[in-house]
């Protein structure tokens, strides 16, 4: 029996009032044109609350503490590549730093959008965690 080999991921749903952070991307690959949560890859021997620590500032500059990360979600589903991942999703209300765009060759730009009229070209998958009320999400099988 072939044993399960899923790519780790961490997203933050970074909030100040209605507001959620959002970055568009571009020159990825993945989802160019579409806006998403500050997220990334979880590196080896890296726990999922020090990979969006360390993502969140890479991408957007902010600087985050382990004690004000909520995990909203464990989120398990195939990429659109057919690929088995499992999600880390975040939330935070406090942070140091203004959010800015620290890369600007992956992102065009980033936005605070209103949580209940977000753009309609978010990632389809985005939507429903920030507008989730579970736990647990089962996307994409």
Known sequence: MKRNSVIPAVFIIVQRSEKILLLERMNTGWNDGM????SGHIEKNEAPQDAIIREVN???GIKL???DLII?????RKSDKDEE???FIF????WKCEPINNEPHKARGVIWADRKNLPENTIGFIKEVI???KEYLEIGY
Do not use: A
């Open 58 to 60: 890479e991408e957007v």
């Open 91 to 94: 939330e935070c209300n406090k």
């Open 131 to 133: 507008n989730s009320k």
């Open 65 to 67: 503490e382990k004690k």
């Open 85 to 87: 991942r499992v999600d």
């Open 72 to 76: 909203k979600t464990v989120l398990y």
């Open 35 to 38: 806006f998403t949560l500050p």
